[in-house]
């Protein structure tokens, strides 16, 4: 079965760019989306279609795609961006997440 | 706006069985993709099942194949999913969600969830 890796856990400074990243085979020839889950909430769509940001979501966050790695980054990172990140992609007819990466923003 | 309301979430024995709801308003349910996903507490997300407009087309994970029966009501804009032969690690809370991007796309919006605990 086809598996999403994130990095359990990043932290970055009020401000600074913060990057999530998430790899798979061949990712990059499929499409990746993001969600944020912010502390006791449901998760919300930040970015879909790799790099494409939902009305409503700041320009701050951004995302990219190629080879094996889709990435998410989060430039002049707010405290309020401090949340759970899962990507996702699609194979054989299965809806596939990552394992969640926890933004910590010191 | 776009909605989701899932209800239908409590207790249950290992063996038991459940039926999870998931209202929709502020949008065209019949047209739309659905799917149910679950996140054990503590734990990441989990694709559950998918189904399409008509019904006619329907996926699960292998976690649930035989056991789960997702179904909806166009009429009722309603989605549901039928558990059965719960188990222990079934325990989670469910989200519906839509995929506006037709099929096989991604998640948005989420509904709030409803916790299904599995328990002796």
């Known amino acids: 079965s086809y598996v999403l890796s994130q990095p359990p856990s990043v932290s970055v400074s009020p401000g600074q760019t913060a990057t999530i990243t998430c790899s798979g085979d061949k990712l990059g020839g499929r499409y990746a989306w993001w969600y944020q889950q912010r502390s006791g909430l449901s998760p919300a769509l930040v970015i879909y279609h790799d790099s494409k940001r939902p009305s409503g979501i700041p320009e701050r966050f951004s995302g990219s795609n190629s080879g094996n790695t889709a990435t998410l980054t989060i430039s002049g990172t707010q405290a309020m961006d401090e949340a759970d990140y899962y990507c996702?992609?699609?194979?054989?007819?299965?809806?596939?997440f990552g394992g969640g990466t926890k933004l910590t923003v010191l | 706006q776009v909605q989701l309301v899932e209800s239908g979430g409590g207790l249950v024995k290992p063996g038991g069985s459940l039926r999870l709801s998931c209202a929709a308003s502020?949008?065209?349910?019949?047209?739309?993709?659905m799917s149910w996903i679950r996140q054990a507490p503590g734990k990441g997300l989990e694709w559950v099942s998918y189904?399409?407009?008509?019904?006619?087309?329907?996926y699960y994970a292998d976690s649930v194949k035989g056991r789960f029966i997702v179904s909806r009501d166009n009429a009722k804009n309603s989605l549901f999913l039928q558990m059965n032969s719960l188990r222990v690690e079934d325990t989670a809370v469910y989200y519906c969600?839509?995929?506006?991007?037709?099929?096989?796309?991604?998640?948005?919006?989420w509904g709030q969830g409803t916790l299904v605990t599995v328990s002796s």
């Open positions: 502020g949008f065209t349910f019949s047209d739309s993709y």
């Open positions: 189904i399409s407009p008509s019904g006619t087309t329907i």
């Open positions: 996702q992609a699609w194979d054989s007819n299965t809806a596939v």
């Open positions: 969600a839509r995929d506006p991007n037709g099929a096989q796309g991604w998640f948005d919006p």
